[in-house]
C-alpha cells in the first residue's frame, strides 16, 4: 500500500526535507494590493519582509482553492497513492484544514484523511515529516494516526513579537488592545500547543527572550529543539547562543524564516522556538 504526504505552505519544512521525504505542499495566496503570489514559488521571504513596512495596502493571505486540493489528490492517486494523508496548518489558525476536507469529501477515488497538526510553522512541519518518515517505512494511514496524535501533544511553538502594529494591520486583534500594546511597547509571547494559541504580554525585548527561554525549559527534557524567526537570522542565531544549553549536544538546529503567511500577521524581527518533548 502506497501512502501520499500532502501539507500547505504554512509548515515551514526546508525544501530539502520536503524532497527527501516526497511531501506535496500545496502554496498558500498572498495578496498585496491587486496583485497575488503563491507562497514559496513567487514571492522569496527576505523581499517579503524588507517591503512589509512599506506596502501601501497591508498583505492578506487566503487558502488554497477545494479545486487545488482535488488536483494534488487526483495527482497522488495517479502516483500510486491508495491512501492520501492531508496534514495542515492548525483550524483554530486558518480555514485550510476546512477547504481540505471539503475536497476530500468530493474526491471519490483514494481514501484521503485530513489531519489537523494543531500547529503552526515548523510545529506543523513535525507533524508532517514524522507521517511521511512513517509513510515511507511502510505504515499504514490507521498506524500513522495514532503516532500524530501523540506527538500533536508533545509539540509546542514560543514565539516573541518584536511589536503588536501587524497584528493590528491585519486585523487578527482588536484596535484598542493594539494602540495600548503600542504605547506601553509591550513584546507580547505567542504559545501554540494542541490547537490552543495563547499569548503572554511582556515590557521588554530582554524579558521576552528570557521567558523564551524558561518557557522551553519549562516544557521539560526535549527530543527536538529549533528556532523560527520572521527574516530574522542573526537575531535567531544570538536567541540559540543564549539558549544552547537547552539543544542536544551535536545536533545542528533549523534556522527557520517562517512563510509570509503567517509573517503578515506577526512581522519582521520574531524569533523564537519550535520543540517536541520526550515521549
Not at 13 to 19: F, R, S, T
Not at 50 to 71: C, Q, V
Amino acid at each position: 500500500m502506497s501512502i501520499k504526504i500532502i501539507t500547505d505552505s504554512t509548515c515551514d519544512l526546508p525544501d530539502d526535507l520536503i524532497e527527501k521525504h516526497e511531501i506535496t505542499v500545496l502554496p498558500l495566496y498572498i495578496h498585496i494590493g491587486r496583485r497575488s503570489y503563491l507562497d514559496r514559488i513567487d514571492m522569496n521571504r527576505p523581499d517579503f519582509y524588507n517591503g512589509l513596512p512599506s506596502f501601501s495596502t497591508h498583505p492578506t493571505t487566503a487558502a488554497p482553492s477545494p479545486a487545488m486540493f482535488s488536483e494534488a489528490y487526483l495527482k497522488a492517486e495517479s502516483q500510486g497513492a491508495d491512501e492520501i494523508l492531508s496534514i495542515h496548518i492548525s483550524e483554530s489558525l486558518s480555514a485550510v484544514p476546512d477547504v481540505a476536507r471539503i475536497a476530500a469529501e468530493s474526491f471519490s477515488s483514494a481514501a484521503v484523511t485530513v489531519f489537523d497538526s494543531q500547529q503552526l510553522s515548523l510545529g506543523a512541519g513535525y507533524i508532517v515529516l514524522e507521517a511521511a518518515k512513517a509513510a515511507q517505512e511502510g505504515k499504514t494511514v490507521a498506524e500513522i494516526l495514532p503516532m500524530l496524535e501523540a506527538l500533536t501533544r508533545r509539540t509546542y511553538v514560543f514565539a516573541a513579537l518584536d511589536t503588536l502594529e501587524y497584528l493590528k494591520r491585519s486585523g487578527r486583534m482588536h484596535f484598542a488592545l493594539a494602540t495600548i500594546g503600542s504605547l506601553l511597547q509591550l513584546k507580547p509571547i505567542l504559545k501554540m500547543n494542541q490547537g490552543n494559541p495563547t499569548s503572554e504580554r511582556i515590557r521588554t525585548r530582554e524579558k521576552a527572550i528570557r521567558r523564551l527561554i524558561q518557557l522551553v525549559e519549562n516544557v521539560g527534557p526535549l527530543e527536538r529543539i529549533d528556532l523560527v524567526h520572521t527574516n530574522a537570522p542573526g537575531q535567531a542565531e544570538g536567541l540559540f547562543y543564549r539558549a544552547r544549553h537547552l539543544f542536544p549536544s551535536g545536533n545542528k538546529p533549523l534556522s527557520v524564516n517562517v512563510t509570509p503567511v503567517l509573517g503578515a500577521h506577526l512581522g519582521p524581527n520574531v524569533i523564537g522556538f519550535a520543540c517536541i518533548a520526550k515521549g
